[in-house]
């Protein structure tokens, strides 16, 4: 080091070139002359910092960067910029003092400021720089060593009147050490790393026995952050405060403060928000922190920027903890209520100026407002903030009066590693006091749009919420004792949500099964405009709705509204247009969009429908499965625009809208829930008329306060003599039980159409005789093409209700014509009142929208309707599914066998009424009949031998419940063997189901969960699952279009969609790549609202030939995934081992911190699918567990 043998009278004296030295107190000399170029030896928002002072300065600024940064920002926001560290690791490359001095010495460098982190308190590299013939920004070599030595600057400390925390007097080295310490002076500890800062290796330890682990985690991210694994160890202060004083000091000796921050609000030891000055900190203990860290830093010769940080408790103590040798990263709030450019500062005292040169003498540094500077990092909040990576989809900051950014990194497209500090942004807001510099934070973050990551913008929303914070009482527990800081509302992130969705489609093809080749028409259909809707198709709130019979149920309850429909002399109509009618015609696959759309023409028109049937049955499970939307949402929506017509579904008894039996908790909640969203009419039937499932479900509505219409499942022909089991005596027997049981309306359910006119006259009279009082409700299908016959002579024989659907969605499979029964009844005793040209409009509506679903069409394969259906009774919502299903299983040629096969099949089981779920078994049993090329008598022969579908062996078990006429024998014994058997009804013998269980595992996996979701995953569990994770990923799909949503956006086309009232995006899609990188990846490319975003979609049919590392399932509890992105440090188990909950599984490091990954419950290690040095990412299958 060069010792000066001159005095400063003689150097002045010199005749040489004028330069003035300033004699140091630790001992070495700096020349006064400009700095030229100045290389930052840091990456990220620090260096873009620096370098923005250098260009206001003249200064030449030079970047440094690593292999894996050489498209980051800061690199080019250099004049110059140059790659350090060839074949390094991304942090090593950083640290590698030789290659920084390489660069400066042969690009003509004068200067060299490090930033924070990294090297920036390592005296070795400073040290290296002055050797170098450098000048270093910052603290000479022997402070930055000293200070830097949290042994060495507590000693300085002491020796200069600062008080200090008790602690150990040298680094600790061994966890043997650590824990005598521990012993003699008593828990809580905090470990602290000797060599660096910055929360790295830094642990608050509680208990003796958690010492060994926490100080090896410790020291390996100390090593890992600042080349050094010694620990420092203090006693804990529990609820201080965390304030620091900012200081300059010049080479002449010269210090002053720019008064203090306060950092209380931590996470992790890391600052989170910082706030200048300290709120609420009184003037007295202001003056006596700011007096100790200038003392304090003439003591040891300070000069250039650096922080004194203290811990003040409670009483107004305070204790000095450690002295940061260098700029730190919320030094933006001192610059803005000072006014004073810290980094300009630096450069120039390095440059030889004095502080009184550069204005900066103490009298003349003032407090002006207050600022808050939050740290916007790539951290997931709600997922105990683990570190978040990957590509920056989308980026728009937060402006405006009073806001200052900086970063680096933060711009669309960028890519956030893992090798990396996880700081995105720093948001500073200045105001006049703390509520207002809040306000504005506030304000910008909103405004901001992060895309691609999860970052903590939630938090900190919370924490700029926060009362307590607010009115500044902040200490470093102060987030571990405000738990609704950490009570997020997910950000929906519609938009891109809906754009990974398109993508999807584009790129992989169509999310939900196609049926058949036919694509969706390119029709918008014309909705008509009614004055009880926008025309985005919103509810108009003030609008005056008709009457309609729901207004009786509502007002006056279900026995009311039965009188009121059986006083009425018109026949009444269901339109079954809304489920039965898309069941049938279309497997189920009509969209809630397409139903809203035409609701309010309905509730304008046709007010006085007896009911619209628009819920239940297929209906349910298709719209989570296929569709992918809630059909609780669709109920809820559909009540909005029609709050005037009965809404009507179809309840399988004790199966409620599933295809098994439930616990009778679950059919009772169902109902429940279901009139709380809107129901009103439930149909209630049983797929064997078994009345013990019938009235179970009977009892359920009542209980929910619905409208009970109790449906007798028709099958046969009561006309026909020779047809013996299902005669008209059974059909009014199982109606005087239903009646008796409490029904409010009787329904006759002809679910294929089988019902003929003759037939019609003689069950509906004869159950009019008997049941005077009762609504008689007729549904069927128009299969045969005989049904509006039947419907007319049901209507003539006294049924108050007929189904019918719109024109243009009626006939075949679906129901008859409401067209043709409104005609044929005009100016009859039975007219229905309607107006055949609101039907017509009606019609025309879903003409246009038909053609929507060309895949699913049932017109595909059927051109026409079928008498055949009175041989082989193929319910009219099962022949379509069922056509489908030969098809899809190389069977469509056969469709022919197969309806005979139905026939048969039907007979071996021993003639059921058959409807979902009875009618499943019949059609699975002909499939497999044909499949296998077996006739009725060669199956029986063969009963023993073969393997069932299990639909067959689950109905003969017993598991529907008991078929009139009973079991099919010999045939039921030879097919279940000794299997079990049920006797009664199913649903009896099961435990209640756990409701709240079910709540926990849901939002533990999903977080926000609806009551809805709860009682749709009791119902179909792996579905719902399916469901609410493909929302999650994709979003608010229902709100698309029909056509983009089955087959995705043509290239060039331009279209919006409507997520909300007052809330419309503008879409176009404009490429998608050829090529794909070498992880499966085609970059697809849209506009959104006019601006470019790019998605990037793994290509389904490349990666079967790259290797994918799997990802754990959320819905499976035993699969365990890797909470962030990272390295896998240590693999602490093997297959085969028993682990207990909680324990250590996995080590990994991310953006410079360790996780240990614990067991989430006890169990054997069945499968291990990680290796110590494996880089993951989020979600990443760890291991399995069982």
């Known amino acids: 080091m060069y010792k000066s043998k001159f005095s400063v009278k003689t150097l002045r004296s010199s005749q040489h070139k004028i330069l003035l030295y300033h004699i140091l107190k630790n001992g070495y000399a700096s020349e006064s002359k400009p700095i030229r170029s100045v290389l930052v030896a840091n990456r990220g928002e620090i260096a873009i910092r620096v370098f923005r002072a250098c260009a206001e300065m ?145 642990r608050v330890v509680r208990k003796e026995e958690e010492v060994a682990e926490n100080f090896e ?210 948001v500073i807001s200045h105001g006049i006091h703390l509520q207002e510099s809040a306000a504005k934070m506030n304000r910008a973050l909103r405004e901001f749009r992060i895309r691609g990551v999860k970052t903590n913008i939630p938090f900190l929303l919370n924490v700029l919420e926060n009362k307590v914070f607010l009115e500044g009482y902040v200490h470093t527990h102060f987030m571990d004792e405000q738990p609704d800081l950490f009570k997020f509302e997910p950000s929906r992130n519609r938009a891109q949500k809906l754009l990974n969705y398109m993508a999807q489609v584009l790129v992989n093809g169509p999310q939900t099964p196609l049926a058949t080749e036919l694509l969706p028409a390119e029709v918008v259909p014309l909705v008509p405009l009614t004055p009880l809707a926008s025309d985005l198709g919103f509810p108009n709130e003030e609008a005056e709705y008709p009457e309609g019979l729901r207004e009786v149920f509502v007002c006056l309850g279900p026995e009311a509204f039965a009188k009121k429909v059986r006083a009425e002399k018109k026949l009444l109509l269901m339109d079954t247009t809304f489920r039965d009618a898309h069941q049938s015609l279309m497997a189920t696959r009509v969209r809630t969009r397409d139903l809203l759309q035409i609701s309010p023409f309905v509730a304008l028109k046709f007010n006085n429908l007896y009911s619209l049937e628009n819920w239940g049955g297929a209906t349910f499970d298709v719209a989570l499965r296929f569709l992918h939307e809630c059909p609780w949402e669709r109920l809820e929506e559909m009540r909005k625009r029609i709050p005037n017509i009965p809404f009507q579904m179809l309840l399988r008894g004790a199966n409620a809208v599933g295809y098994t039996s439930y616990p009778d908790n679950v059919v009772y909640k169902f109902c429940e829930l279901a009139v709380k969203t809107g129901m009103d009419v439930f149909r209630v039937f049983d797929s064997l008329n078994y009345l013990p499932n019938l009235i179970l479900g009977m009892k359920a509505v009542g209980e929910a306060g619905g409208i009970i219409e109790a449906a007798i499942s028709y099958t046969g022909d009561v006309s026909d003599p020779t047809r013996t089991k299902y005669d008209l005596k059974y059909y009014t027997n199982l109606a005087d039980e239903l009646v008796k049981a409490g029904t409010h309306v009787l329904c006759i359910k002809d679910m294929a159409g089988l019902l003929k006119p003759e037939a019609s006259k003689l069950l509906i009279s004869a159950i009019r005789d008997k049941h005077p009082d009762v609504p008689i409700h ?93 041989t082989n009774e193929i319910p009219g919502g099962q022949y379509t599914n069922l056509q489908f299903q030969a098809f899809s299983l190389g069977l469509g040629s056969e469709f022919e066998e197969v309806k005979k096969a139905y026939r048969e099949a039907n007979i071996l089981l021993g003639d059921l009424i058959k409807v979902t779920p009875s009618s499943k078994v019949v059609g699975d049993l002909a499939q497999f009949m044909v499949q296998n090329k077996l006739k009725a008598h060669q199956l029986l022969e063969k009963t023993e031998e073969l393997s069932f579908p299990s639909s067959v062996i689950e109905f003969l078990q017993g598991a529907m419940g008991q078929p009139y006429g ?221």
């Not at 390489?102 to 460098?109: A, I, M, P």
């Not at 409009?841 to 059927?862: D, I, K």
């Not at 409507?1058 to 790549?1073: I, P, Q």
């Not at 028993?1138 to 250590?1144: A, F, I, L, R, S």
């Open 58 to 202: 003249g200064i030449k600024s030079v970047a440094v960067y690593s292999e894996q940064d050489k498209m980051h920002m800061h690199r080019q926001k250099a004049d110059e910029s140059y790659l350090i560290g060839k074949g390094m690791q991304p942090v090593e490359a950083y640290l590698s003092i030789p290659e920084i001095i390489r660069v400066c010495k042969e690009n003509d460098v004068d200067a060299v400021h490090p930033g924070y982190g990294f090297l920036s308190e390592r005296s070795d590299f400073a040290q290296a720089v002055i050797d170098a013939g450098l000048r270093f920004i910052g603290p000479s070599p022997k402070v930055v060593q000293d200070m830097g030595d949290k042994v060495a600057a507590r000693k300085a400390a002491i020796a200069a009147n600062v008080p200090i925390v008790p602690g150990t007097e040298n680094p600790v080295e061994s966890k043997e050490v650590a824990l005598e310490f521990c012993k003699k002076s008593g828990m809580p500890v905090i470990f602290k790393a000797a060599h660096g800062g910055g929360g790295r290796g830094m």
């Open 217 to 426: 985690r410790a020291s390996s991210e100390a090593k890992a952050a600042f080349g050094n694994g010694a620990i420092f160890i203090e006693r804990f202060i529990e609820r201080p405060r965390h304030i620091e004083v900012q200081l300059l000091g010049d080479k002449a000796g010269n210090v002053v403060h720019l008064y203090e921050r306060d950092c209380s609000v931590q996470r992790r030891h890391q600052k989170v928000v910082e706030i200048a000055p300290a709120p609420r900190f009184p003037k007295e203990i202001r003056d006596k922190m700011t007096d100790a860290a200038v003392r304090l830093a003439k003591h040891v010769g300070y000069e250039n920027a650096g922080t004194v940080e203290f811990l003040c408790d409670e009483k107004g103590e305070f204790f000095f903890i450690e002295v940061n040798a260098r700029l730190q990263v919320e030094h933006t709030v001192t610059e803005q209520i000072t006014g004073v450019d810290l980094v300009h500062a630096q450069i120039r005292v390095a440059e030889g100026k004095s502080l009184t040169e550069l204005g900066l003498t103490q009298d003349k540094i003032d407090i002006r407002g207050c600022a808050i500077q939050c740290r916007v990092t790539t951290e997931d909040p709600a997922n105990d903030f683990q570190p978040n990576t990957g590509r920056l989809e989308v980026f728009r900051s937060g402006e405006g009066m009073g806001i200052r950014l900086d970063s680096a990194s933060a711009y669309a497209g960028a890519i956030i590693s893992p090798y990396y500090d996880s700081l995105l942004v720093k």
């Open 778 to 870: 007729v549904h069927t299908h128009d299969t045969s093409g005989a049904g509006v016959a039947s419907m007319l002579a049901c209507a003539q024989a006294g049924a108050d209700i007929v189904d019918v659907a719109v024109d243009s969605m009626s006939g075949m499979t679906s129901q008859p014509s409401m067209g043709a029964i409104v005609a044929s009844l005009q100016g009859t005793p039975l007219d229905t009142k309607f107006v055949l040209s609101d039907v017509s409009e009606y019609s025309a509506y879903w003409e246009q929208t038909r053609t929507l679903y060309a895949p699913f069409e049932c017109t595909t394969t059927m051109k026409s309707g079928n008498a055949d259906v009175y």
């Open 966 to 1186: 009973g079991f099919p024998e010999p045939f039921r014994s030879k097919v279940l063997k000794d299997m079990p058997r049920i006797d009664g009804r199913p649903g009896e013998s099961l435990q209640p189901f756990d409701f709240e269980k079910l709540t926990t595992e849901l939002k533990e996996a999903y977080g926000e969960i609806s009551p809805q979701d709860v009682m749709s995953a009791a119902l179909y569990p792996e579905v719902t699952k399916g469901f609410l994770t493909f929302r999650e990923q994709y979003g608010p799909v229902d709100k698309l279009d029909t056509r983009i949503f089955l087959t995705g956006p043509k290239v060039g086309e331009e279209f919006e969609v409507t997520l909300e009232r007052g809330k419309t995006l503008s879409f176009m899609a404009l490429a998608v790549a050829t090529d794909m990188d070498q992880k499966g990846l085609r970059e697809v490319f849209f506009q959104l609202n006019g601006q470019m975003r790019t998605i990037y979609v793994v290509d389904q049919s490349a990666v079967k030939h790259i290797h994918m590392h799997p990802k754990a399932k959320k819905e499976n509890k035993n699969e365990v995934g890797a909470p962030m992105p990272g390295d896998v440090i240590e693999v602490k188990v093997k297959e085969g081992d028993k682990v207990d909950k909680g324990q250590p599984l996995v080590v990994l490091s991310a953006m410079k911190m360790e996780m240990v990954v614990q067991a989430p419950h006890a169990g054997v290690v069945k499968k291990v699918e990680v290796t110590k040095g494996m880089k993951l990412e989020g979600e990443d299958l760890l291991m399995i567990i069982e």
